[in-house]
């Protein structure tokens, strides 16, 4: 169905080949994954199958590209809209009209169907993604998952044989990405479609695929096979997959099921419980005096009421994150404390000194905010002026030395004299925290901050984040991603209607309030692990055996069919 | 099939006709006490958030932007044209454009002028909510079709702007930046054309995607850019032989040549235009009701355009500022432009259909 030949492709005006002399094809009905870091060429990838590279973005191609026999880059994108649907990250920018009905029924008036025969599509995609009740409403009043779901159902309106997502979830919160993810496991099931899909989000998509396609690199080889065959070459893959890796077990295990019988087989299931360090963390810091404190705040919007008396203190050196579903008020509350929305109730304290009535621009000077899309904190010429700017606005002296000093801290240094909005995603955010943070906040709250990141950018973000935590800051992240708070939050809250319900140690309140759980909880229920590292020394030291040089429990003698291990009698042997 | 739009009353040939009107009316007249009264009318219906839900909603921004065009219209005339007998102040030196005399004529000429700019902009914003895209689409010929995609998706781009606008705003906040006289609001010009440049591209990708405007065979597209090139051959052909001084006749026939070269054009293109219709929209009771009230204001601007004396909407400042005329019964009828509102609030206006 799709076949790749030896495909490069470069812009005309650039020497280094984004992706080069790629190989690999895609058979009717595949559920194909394409993974990578950001930056590594996946969206290019994706954009040759219809030919919107390099129709539309400019470029020199080589090689081969076959899609149902017909080569893309000769025909064009327009013509190659029947055949292959292409479905773009963002929902907000690829819709004309107001409400979800005429949205799809313009995309088949234009495809000149016929109008008895558009109702019929018309319904009958609606049905098959779930989302007939959507049928008239206005597309402003959707949430950003239905939005997607609206756009998938346009392009699938016109029976396309291919459908293309390009990280379909990167610019959705977390609740609306497990709709849009949920969806596409329902398509690969019930759709004889071939599905093509980049996404960070692997630990959801991997046990549906039959192939994966990963980038590791501008310009690197890329590697198309089998899951298991590539998932081993990879660099981060999800906690149950890295697990099987690290005690070598094979096949690797791509699902939680899959996970939970290789615990099982390990004999891990029994391992001793232990006391998560989060809970005592979270006890130490609460013994000093609050820095931002947040007194029965109360926000409405006309008649709907955003926020109802919530009261949040937040401490020096600590990580508070905060979750709930969506619309359930958390980035109201991120504003609300920085003066964006106003107050119908409530008080803001900031140390000893209220600030509620104190504007936004002079309370940025002390909290530092990153909204969802850092993008729209970016306006200057070079990523170096972009932190001075925010000096000038603050009328603070323009060092030029202490921007350099952030930006090394951010790993940012190489690019100081380059175009903000031209870096990747995780950079962009970068930039943007660095011209929040120049001014040196004593608090610092983040909206959605691993929205669109890859494995090793949200890494990247919770090293930063930990290192502003170890100089006394105190933080509040609001997040979806339950791995990413796992690693990071000492204390986490959880606001449902505007109203907080609930504010204690991670695991417990998540818990508590039958939030769906991250991979290692759901492997291991009775403990309490944050990531695979914890796991491994649990066990090394459960068995009381230290690790390998590659991180495998010393002792663990696997099978590779993944049978069980066997303790053996003799003294610890380090490999 | 399904029949009309369902979030809007009006047929779009309503909302055409009242802004064909509308345009009329402050192309024809300079009068200050008839513009307010048309432009308080404009605002009635912009604040009655329109007619349906796709007008639900109207926001304060559209007011402001169309009121703030008048004193810089004021500024800007007072500041360039220095012409009436009333002095403000005088501009000394030889600074070209700006030194000479300020006068209250030529203050009230530009407010004037900004205030019919600003009743442009408030009418298209209410007619960008009133009519939906697909109903725009229909008003135009088929052979336009490609024209009016392009324009149904700029029309996209008022109220993405207006979003991005607040977005910026709140970002410069969240830097320190404080939002308080024109001057910083001219800081937020750039990032707003950068961000709009950004999202007239994304969806510009996104509708290649789509396959919107997949044109027809190159062939066939080659033969009708040759013959738009023809045609404007014998437009050029029929130019010159004036020039040269040849006989009538030949200019004639090269002109007439020309018409039928376009409506040839006209034809084909539109014979090439494949879209289809999903909704069939009916012309009803109430829409014609809803019309005639524009219409009859739109027939009294026409006979006041063809009257050889003008006298009832013209006025000018200059030389001298004098009281504007004001007839009540003038007033009167451009309360017309309010027709679609009232017919629209009429109770048992569903019987009308």
């Not at chain 1, 759709?191 to 994966?212: G, M, P, S, Y």
């Not at chain 2, 829409?287 to 204001?297: E, N, V």
Request: contains cysteine; proline residues 7%.
């Amino acid at each position: 169905m799709i076949r790749f030949r030896e495909v490069s492709f470069r812009y005309a005006t650039a020497e280094q080949w984004v992706i080069r002399r790629v190989n690999f094809d895609v058979s009717p009905g595949s559920f194909c994954l394409v993974c990578g870091p950001s930056g590594s060429g996946k969206s290019t990838l994706l954009r040759l199958i219809n030919g919107l590279v390099p129709h539309f973005s400019g470029g020199i191609v080589e090689g081969e590209i076959q899609v149902n026999g017909i080569n893309p880059i000769q025909v064009g994108p327009a013509a190659m809209s029947r055949l292959v649907g292409f479905v773009f990250q963002d929902p907000e920018t690829q819709f004309i009209l107001d409400n979800v009905e005429d949205e799809i029924a313009f995309n088949l008036e234009n495809a000149a169907i016929p109008p008895q025969q558009i109702t019929q599509h018309l319904e009958e995609t609606l049905h098959a993604l779930g989302i007939l009740h959507l049928r008239r409403r206005r597309l402003e009043s959707l949430s950003g998952g239905e939005k997607q779901k609206v756009a998938i159902a346009t392009v699938l309106s016109l029976a396309p044989s291919i459908l293309v997502l390009d990280e379909p979830t990167s610019q959705l919160d977390g609740q609306s990405a497990e709709e849009i993810l949920s969806l596409i496991q329902r398509l690969a099931r019930q759709q004889k479609l071939t599905i093509v899909v980049a996404e960070h989000r692997l630990d959801r998509l991997l046990h549906f695929a039959n192939q994966l396609i990963y980038l590791s690199g501008i310009g690197e080889p890329i590697r198309a096979d089998e899951p298991q065959q590539v998932l081993p070459h990879m660099a981060t893959v999800p906690p149950v997959v890295e697990l099987g890796k690290r005690f070598g077990v094979r096949p690797l295990p791509l699902s939680i099921s899959e996970g939970q019988q290789m615990v099982r087989k390990l004999g891990l299931e029994r391992l001793n419980h232990r006391t998560s360090p989060v809970g005592k963390k979270q006890m130490d810091s609460a013994a000093g005096p609050a820095i931002l404190s947040v007194e029965k705040v109360s926000v409405s919007f006309g008649k709907t009421q955003a926020l109802s008396e919530v009261t949040l203190q937040l401490f020096a050196s600590q990580i508070t994150c905060l979750m709930g579903a969506n619309g359930a008020g958390k980035t109201t509350l991120l504003r609300a404390i920085l003066g964006l929305v106003p107050l119908t109730q409530g008080r803001i304290w900031l140390q000893a000194k209220e600030i509620t009535t104190t504007p936004s621009w002079k309370r940025a000077r002390w909290i530092g905010y990153l909204p969802q899309d850092p993008n729209a904190l970016l306006f200057s010429e070079t990523v170096l002026e972009e932190l001075l700017l925010t000096l000038r606005n603050h009328g603070l002296p323009q060092e030029r030395s202490t921007a350099e000093r952030i930006l090394e801290g951010l790993g940012l240094s190489k690019h100081a004299l380059r175009y903000p909005r031209d870096l990747s995603v995780g950079e962009r955010q970068r930039v943007a925290l660095g011209a929040i943070l120049i001014t040196q906040p004593q608090v610092l709250l983040l909206d959605e901050p691993t929205r669109g990141l890859d494995e090793e950018a949200k890494a990247k973000l919770g090293d930063l984040v930990r290192s502003f935590r170890a100089k006394g800051m105190a933080i509040l992240v609001v997040t979806h991603d339950v791995e990413f708070m796992l690693t990071l939050a000492d204390r986490l809250c959880i606001l449902d209607a505007g109203r907080l319900i609930d504010d204690g140690a991670p695991p417990t309140v998540l818990r508590r309030n039958q939030i769906p759980p991250a991979q290692l909880l759901q492997l291991f229920p009775d403990q309490e692990f944050c990531s695979v590292e914890e796991v491994l020394s649990t066990i090394a030291e459960a068995w009381s055996h230290t690790l390998d040089k590659s991180g495998r429990p010393a002792l663990l003698a696997f099978h590779s069919d993944g049978n069980r291990p066997h303790r053996p009698e003799s003294p610890p042997e380090v490999r | 099939m399904p029949e009309g739009h369902p979030s809007t009353p009006f047929h779009a040939w309503v909302w055409l006709t009242w802004m064909t009107t509308l345009l009329l009316c402050v192309s024809l007249t300079r009068n200050p006490l008839y513009l307010v009264v048309v432009w308080l009318c404009v605002a009635v219906v912009h604040a009655a958030g329109g007619m349906g839900e796709l007008a639900r909603g109207s926001a304060p921004f559209p007011f402001w932007l169309s009121l703030t065009i008048v004193p810089l219209g004021a500024l800007l005339n007072a500041l360039t044209v220095h012409v009436g007998e009333n002095v403000i102040v005088t501009i000394p030196g030889r600074i070209p454009l700006l030194s000479g005399v300020v006068t209250w004529e030529a203050v009230l000429y530009g407010a004037t002028n900004g205030l019919a700019l600003g009743i442009i902009l408030l009418a298209f914003w209410v007619f960008n909510r009133n009519v939906s895209i697909p109903a725009f689409l229909r008003l135009l010929p088929r052979a336009f079709h490609s024209l009016a995609i392009v324009g149904s998706i700029a029309m996209t781009f008022i109220p993405s702007l207006q979003h991005q606008y607040q977005q910026i705003q709140e970002a410069q906040a969240i830097r320190g930046k404080r939002i308080s006289g024109l001057r910083d609001q001219l800081s937020l010009l750039l990032p707003l054309l950068v961000s709009s440049l950004e999202y007239a591209f994304q969806l510009a990708e996104v509708m290649t995607a789509r396959g919107f405007l997949v044109s027809s065979s190159p062939l066939s597209q080659r033969r009708l850019r040759l013959a738009f090139l023809g045609g404007l051959g014998f437009v050029m052909g029929g130019w010159l032989s004036r020039f040269w001084g040849l006989p009538p006749w030949v200019a004639a026939v090269l002109f007439w040549g020309a018409l039928a070269v376009f409506g040839a054009l006209i034809f084909l293109a539109a014979r090439q235009a494949h879209f289809t219709a999903y909704r069939v929209v009916r012309f009803r009771r109430r829409d014609a009701l809803a019309m005639s009230g524009t219409l009859l204001l739109a027939l009294l601007l026409v006979l006041n355009g063809v009257h050889p004396e003008r006298q009832f909407l013209d006025y000018t400042p200059y030389p001298a500022l004098t009281l504007p005329p004001f007839a009540p019964w003038v007033a009167f009828l451009l309360l017309g432009i309010l027709s679609p509102l009232m017919v629209a609030l009429l109770p048992n206006h569903d019987s009308l259909s």
